[in-house]
Nanobody, 115 residues
Framework: QQQLVESGGGLVQPGGSLRLSCAAS????????MRWYRQAPGKARELVAS????????IYLDSMKGRFTISRDNAKNMTYLQMNSLKPEDTGVYYC????????WGQGTRVTVSL
């Protein structure tokens, strides 16, 4: 069964950090571009960061540049999102997916940035 499982979310104070993980299974992971998305409360899902198959190219939403770092470990079939200097507006459910997308989406991992 092909699936992506996100983890690592939680409650953090503004300025704090979290590291999200995405475990892939059931398919050959290394050839796929991987992406992290965020769905804030009441808003549509948006792309946060993207990483190419060998990790040489990364792309970030402007508001995340300098704060978030996407990485991958092809040997472990894992994708990561290191999030630093978190802000309340970073609150949401974070999902990972490949390109082309694997359906259905995973359950995501919830990040809450609040005092």
């Amino acid at each position: 069964q092909q699936q992506l499982v996100e983890s690592g979310g939680g409650l953090v104070q503004p300025g704090g950090s979290l590291r999200l993980s995405c475990a892939a299974s059931g398919f050959t992971f290394s050839p796929y571009t991987m992406r992290w998305y965020r769905q804030a409360p009441g808003k549509a899902r948006e792309l946060v960061a993207s990483i190419s198959s060998v990790g040489g190219t990364t792309i970030y939403l402007d508001s995340m540049k300098g704060r978030f770092t996407i990485s991958r470990d092809n040997a472990k079939n894992m994708t990561y999102l290191q999030m630093n200097s978190l802000k309340p507006e970073d609150t949401g459910v974070y999902y990972c997916n490949r390109i082309p997308a694997l359906l259905p989406w995973g359950q995501g991992t919830r990040v809450t940035v609040s005092l």
